[in-house]
Each structure stands twice: as C-alpha cells, then as structure tokens.
C-alpha cells in the first residue's frame, strides 16, 4: 500500500486566515497545511478518505484525476465542503463516485449536498453513496471502522489492509476507547490526530497521543490534524524517534 497525506491541518489550516502562523516558522514549506485527508493506494485502487474544502488543489497536487471510493469520516465542514469538486471525478471515471458514511453522516450529507446524490436541474448524480459498514472490501484492500467520541458526535476511525500490512486512520477524536485500541493495534502507520498541546474538548493533546503509541506500539505514527501551534522542526526535535509530524503530500509506501 502507498499512503499520502494530502492535508495535515485542522479546521482552519495554517497559516489562518490572515497569515496568521502562530508558533510556526513561515519559512518552513511543511508548516503550511491544507484540511485533514489521505488518500490510500494498492495495486492501483484508490481510496480517498474525506473532501475537506482543499480536495481540489490536493489532489492536483498528487497528479490524482480518479479515485474507486471515498469514505467520510464525518460530517464537519472541513472534511466535507469540497464535496463539490467530485464532479470533476465523476466526469473523469464516466460514472458516479461510490462512496461510503455512517448513518449520521450520510443523512447530513443527503441533507446539505442532496443534488451531489439525486442530480438536479438535467445534472446528473455524481456520487453513488451507500452506508459505510465496520468492514468493506474496495478492490484489494480491506476496510475496518470504529466509532470514535468527537465532542457531542461520533467520526469514522478506519483500518487499511492489503498485502499483509496496516495503516491506521484517526482523526477527530478526544479520546481512545477499546475498540479503538483493538482496530489500531498491530499496525506499520497510523496516522493521529494531535491538534495541539493544550486541552481541546474534541480532539486529543499530543501528550495523550503519544501515551497511546507507548501503548499501541504502531511502527510509525504520523501526526496530523495539527494547528498554528505545533511548529514542524520543534516537533521533529522533540517526539520520539517512531514518531513524526506529518506534512502535505507525504507518502509512505509499504
């Protein structure tokens, strides 16, 4: 499997609006961050997990023009917005994009976004979209999913296996339960949300983060999710040495 970050920021990315960096060195090319999404691939499957209102330029970025299935994690604005931009998908593959949410979810989806599903005005649908399931097989790779607590809502936190390795997915969460701690067990990558070092209500520290690789003990955890407080080289100085921030248009390939 090949794995690529194509945004490792939080809501607002960074810098904010306003060329606000916080703590982060402008200078650095991988403190400028687009919303959180990756995008898995094996044996020329393609899973895209989110379309936070960047998808557009990041996908430009990766030379992406298809993609077989997209998962949503959730249904905040910067995980969803650029739902828009599938059409473009759409008109590449020739048919509707299948993709896949929990029950909230999707029902938010339909809600907001209900042209994207049943067309509208002579457009035709450009997503085919069904219930996302705790296990789903999408070519070669197989999918897990847990619950994950998000403050008052529950995200999709997933499993990627195919040639006898494992990536993890979890972002936009506060806390790890059980069955998260079964699903993330075992694995080469798992890429985390650590938004910051202070507490946040639905997001985890980095402290909390990093007590749960002590434990999970993945080859390599990835940090993303991060906001204007978590510079890239004070990170690099300070995390462990199977630990590492994340930065747009990373690739691990296993």
Request: aromatic share 6%.
């Amino acid at each position: 499997m090949k794995l690529r970050i194509l945004g490792c920021g939080t809501s607002s990315g960074v810098p904010r609006i306003g060329n606000d960096w916080g703590a982060c060195d402008p200078t650095e090319p991988r403190n400028r961050r687009t919303r959180a999404s990756i995008l898995i691939e094996h044996e020329g499957t393609r899973i895209l997990v989110d379309t936070g209102p960047d998808m557009r330029e990041q996908l430009l970025a990766a030379d992406i023009a298809t993609v077989d299935a997209i998962i949503w994690t959730h249904s905040h604005a910067d995980h969803i917005n650029g739902i828009d931009d599938v059409r473009q998908i759409f008109h590449a593959l020739g048919r509707p994009v299948p993709a896949y949410a929990r029950p909230d979810t999707l029902d938010m989806l339909h809600r907001q976004f209900e042209y994207v599903f049943k067309g509208k005005g002579g457009y035709p649908p450009t997503i085919d979209a069904a219930l996302l399931p705790d296990r789903l097989e999408v070519g070669g790779v197989t999918v897990r999913v847990v619950e994950q607590p998000h403050g008052h809502i529950v995200s999709a936190g997933l499993r990627f296996e195919a040639g006898g390795c494992a990536i993890g997915y979890a972002t936009d969460f506060h806390d790890l339960t059980p069955p998260m701690a079964d699903l993330y067990s075992g694995l080469d990558v798992w890429v985390v949300d650590a938004l910051r070092e202070k507490p946040h209500p639905s997001h985890p520290t980095l402290s909390a983060v990093l007590g749960w690789v002590e434990t999970l003990r993945p080859s390599c955890a990835l940090l993303v999710h991060m906001d204007q407080s978590m510079d890239y080289r004070h990170l690099r100085g300070i995390l462990p040495t199977n630990v590492a921030p994340g930065y747009d248009g990373m690739e691990v390939q296993l």
